[in-house]
């Protein structure tokens, strides 16, 4: 009865274990591409964010901004 059953469910498990196989790759290549597009984003943000500061760094440095007007002074 015991060999039985285990020659019955063998095919299942196969299958399973073939869908499964599959599945893990779908996922690597999904997660593989996930990844890409994080790492792409964060290095545009990370560009944006320098070219930001540099434009204020620059605005601070050649002193635009600064002045006197209205009811406050300052640079």
């Not at 009865?1 to 790759?25: D, E, K, R, S």
Request: positive net charge; proline residues 1%.
């Amino acid at each position: 009865m015991l060999a039985c059953a285990a020659c019955c469910a063998l095919p299942v498990l196969i299958g399973a274990g073939l869908l499964t196989g599959a599945g893990a790759a779908l996922a690597e290549q999904t997660l593989l591409a996930v990844a890409g597009l994080l790492i792409a984003a964060a290095a545009g943000m990370w560009w944006l964010h320098r070219r930001r500061t540099s434009r204020t760094a620059a605005g601070a440095a050649t002193g635009a901004g600064c002045g006197c007007g209205g009811s406050s002074c300052g640079c």
